[in-house]
């Protein structure tokens, strides 16, 4: 009797070995054979690549899946999916075709985790002023077991304004730094703006309260990259001296720049009020070279 049990049981076991190996083989078969990889994108942070005092790290990370030749994938599948955060980097698993060739876009930011989501790298949102992002791209990429990894580069020009005298800063006497031509939209894939998407007045930087002592830094606020060399940044301290406006031609407000306006604000304009540009290809120094 206890033999007969035995052998019930072994062969229960063994018709549900092969049901589930059925199964599965069943579930490769309708997926047309996709296989898991997994992907990571790694951001530059401090104590990784380079990172300014006082900025932020990511806080969140996607990417995007193509075909080779940039058409999209079938079933909606190449809208960007959210990266889970793992130490300094972000990491998924996805699953691909074997015999088919990928193009990967990714994007990182600071925005809010609850922040909605990019629609199309292709034509990525992004907000001038506090936000810094990242992106990077992989293309032709076929399935590997061993996955891919990517380093992530700013997408973003930081500019530091620090003063060499005291002045004050209100409503009345504000001091205003403007950008005339940034842009709200950033296309991985081709690493360039977006050309439709200028921003009308540009951006502004306006302090209009707070006493700044001697070498103090005033703020700072980061602007898509573009292409465009020359353009230009107007700064002005409409303070007691009623001090002109300045301007500084051919600013390379590019990708991973970092731009250090510093001098005496508090005669700006006037003869006795110098202020130095300094732009560093180097993200955190800022001394580099005048330009």
Not at 20 to 30: G, P, R
Not at 114 to 140: M, Q, S
Not at 188 to 201: C, I, L, M
Not at 217 to 240: A, C, N, R, W
Request: aromatic share 10%; with cysteine.
């Amino acid at each position: 009797m206890k033999r007969q049990n035995f052998m019930m049981l072994a062969a229960a076991a063994l018709l549900a070995s092969c049901s589930q190996d059925d199964a599965l083989q069943s579930t490769v078969l309708n997926n047309e054979g996709l296989k898991p990889m997994t992907i990571t994108a790694k951001v530059p942070t401090e104590g990784m690549q380079t990172r300014a005092e006082d900025d932020e790290t990511a806080t969140r990370c996607y990417m995007q899946i193509l075909y080779d030749d940039g058409t999209e994938l079938d079933g909606g599948n190449s809208k960007p999916i959210p990266m889970d955060p793992v130490g300094d980097s972000f990491s998924t698993t996805v699953y691909l075709n074997g015999s088919k060739i990928y193009d990967f876009l990714f994007w990182a930011d600071t925005e809010a985790t609850d922040a909605a989501a990019p629609e199309d790298l292709r034509a990525v949102e992004y907000t001038n002023g506090k936000t810094i992002a990242w992106a990077g791209k992989n293309l032709d990429v076929q399935w590997s077991a061993a996955g891919i990894e990517i380093d992530l580069e700013h997408v973003v020009s930081r500019v530091t304004v620090i003063t060499t005298s005291y002045f004050a800063g209100s409503e009345t006497w504000p001091f205003i730094v403007t950008v005339p031509t940034v842009y709200s939209k950033y296309n991985v894939e081709t690493e360039k703006v977006v050309e439709d998407s200028k921003v009308p007045g540009g951006y502004i930087l306006n302090v209009t309260d707070g006493e700044y002592d001697v070498n103090a830094e005033v703020g700072h606020f980061y602007v898509l990259g573009s292409d465009e060399i020359e353009q230009e940044l107007t700064l002005q301290y409409k303070g007691p001296k009623r001090n002109p406006e300045i301007e500084f031609s051919n600013v390379p407000l590019l990708a991973n720049y970092h731009i250090t306006l510093m001098g005496d604000i508090c005669n700006a304009g006037l003869v006795s009020g110098i202020i130095k540009a300094t732009v560093s290809e180097d993200w955190p120094n800022s001394s580099n070279k005048p330009f």
